[in-house]
């Protein structure tokens, strides 16, 4: 095994000769140059060898390949779901027809910007008051300690 002394960046006339060079590192086999090493918290592949993960995708909103009127076509499953709905709704079967009324009534609520998670104005009103009253109890719980 070879090993070089590798200077660090001081010239040879900087240093005086009465002391010795001891900024010098040994580099060879298993020593790297300090400027090559993994500094902590430094992560070099964060992702690995099987790379990026990919987002997950939401079980209806993957594609699937249906029959239709016989020919076959590439469509999600939850429009699928939609499909099979439909048909059965205009076979009759009232529960098929209700579960697409519900999904219609929120996808338009979704389209008009208001989501399941906004609240009515009595809603709104019923939250405000029990805040104010949660906030004056911590009030004077906080005026008593």
């Known amino acids: 095994m070879t090993t070089q002394k590798r200077d660090t ?24 140059p300090k400027q090559h ?8 592949n964060p992702y690995g060898r099987r790379g990026k993960p990919r ?11 249906v029959t239709v009127n016989g020919r076959r076509q590439k469509m999600t499953r939850r429009r699928a779901l939609k499909e099979v709905l439909f048909r ?19 996808s338009a609520a979704k389209a008009n910007g208001k989501d399941e998670g906004t ?19 911590r009030l004077k719980k906080r005026a008593g300690k």
Not at 11 to 19: F, I, L, V, Y
Not at 55 to 65: A, G, K, M, R, S
Not at 125 to 137: A, F, G, N, V
């Open 9 to 32: 960046g001081k010239d040879k006339h900087e240093q005086s000769a009465e002391e010795p060079n001891l900024e010098q590192e040994e580099v060879g086999y298993g020593r790297p």
């Open 88 to 106: 059965e709704g205009m076979r009759g079967t009232i529960s098929a027809t209700k579960h697409l009324e519900q999904s219609a009534e929120k």
């Open 37 to 44: 090493t993994i500094k902590p918290g430094e992560v070099r």
């Open 55 to 65: 987002p997950e995708v939401d079980f209806l909103d993957e594609y699937v390949f």
């Open 119 to 137: 609240l009515s104005a009595a809603e709104d009103k019923i939250l405000e008051r029990h805040m104010e009253k949660e906030l004056q109890r």
